[in-house]
Nanobody, 124 residues
Framework: VQLQASGGGLVQAGGSLRLSCAAS????????VAWFRQTPGKEREFVSA???????IDSGPVKGRFTISRDNAKNTVYLQMNSVKPEDTAVYYC???????????????????WGQGTQLTVSS
């Protein structure tokens, strides 16, 4: 499956933006899809994930502000980001896996398919 992340850009602190992760090559309704983010010099950080059954898992820093959702008819997963902060600035990557188990859902190594990344910059 090929993943295409899009929707990044420049937004002011407190604003909103929605990222999209479009899949092609295979229907991915049975996949877990996650968003990770990375800033220069730091490891990739788990943001949110949505399982095949719609269950979602969020990291502490984004809980209550970011919402992950999926539209299987469009083979797309979204990350709605509200009340963004300057510390949310990063390159955001989407990733997918058909085999990841719940206990590994935050692990980068659990995902075999990755999108190319989209930059979010939040100005203060």
């Amino acid at each position: 499956v090929q993943l295409q992340a899009s929707g990044g850009g420049l937004v002011q602190a407190g604003g909103s933006l929605r990222l999209s992760c479009a899949a092609s090559g295979r229907t991915f309704s049975g996949y877990t899809v996650a968003w990770f983010r990375q800033t220069p010099g730091k490891e990739r950080e788990f943001v949110s994930a949505i399982r095949w059954n719609g269950a979602t898992i969020d990291s502490g820093p984004v809980k209550g502000r970011f919402t992950i959702s999926r539209d299987n008819a469009k083979n797309t997963v979204y990350l709605q980001m509200n009340s963004v902060k300057p510390e949310d600035t990063a390159v955001y990557y989407c990733a997918a896996s058909s085999t990841v188990i719940l206990s590994n859902i935050r692990r980068e190594s659990a995902y075999g398919y990755w999108g190319q990344g989209t930059q979010l910059t939040v100005s203060s």
